[in-house]
């Protein structure tokens, strides 16, 4: 089995989030962030980031060299936009001095992952390889509500990933099980509450991305198609 480093990695994630961008799904994500300056998690090669400062000022941190380089060029030298390189497991007093400074009002974490090298690094404890990326996925949630990261300028925080929605579930259905889920796990310990879902189809044609497939008891059994998940959660 080859494990992706951050080159190989990098040069997946850019042939995906082309097609992401191609089919609007940053600019619709962009659009719901409000207003403020905005913590992104992961510039991954900058075509969320473009959109993002189209409205908002914006830090990205990313851990990634080859993925920074290319969203350096997206963002074509915008002046409202800063891209910083650290490790989001073991960040230094200067990132979090940097992260405190900018004083961000939203954080914004979309299609939280990594390369294989990183994801097996941080997850030795999970012997389950089909588990890994769900678990790294986890832990950088974790991250984003630790106290380094969610400063009390912070009102808002919007994730994003993947999902399977089995085809007799209605729309209502899988926003009411993502919210419960999220506010239980994630946002009740923090002080925040979703208060908003959204769903969006989620292109595959033309993808050769690998994504991790760990089983979720949560879903229903059945047929399931491709979704993008948004999930808004505010201070309360």
Known sequence: M???NHHSYAEQWIKETDLLEANGIYEKLAAAVPAGRVLEIGC????????LIRQHEVLSLDNNPHLIHAARQNVCAASNVTIHECNLFTLTENDKKIISSFQPKAIVGWFLGGCGEDIFSNTEE?????????LYREKLEDIIISEEILIGSVNTINLVYRGGR???ISDQDVKDSQSDNYN?????????????????????????FTYGAAHNPNLVQGATNPIIISIIAQRT
């Open 2 to 4: 080859t494990i992706s």
């Open 44 to 51: 991954g090669a900058g075509k969320g980031t473009s959109q």
């Open 126 to 134: 999970e012997n389950n390889l089909t588990e890994k990326p769900k």
């Open 166 to 168: 089995v085809s007799h």
């Open 184 to 208: 239980k796990y994630v946002f009740d310990q923090v002080g925040f509450k979703v208060t908003d879902v959204r769903l969006f189809d989620w292109p595959r044609e033309g993808s050769d």
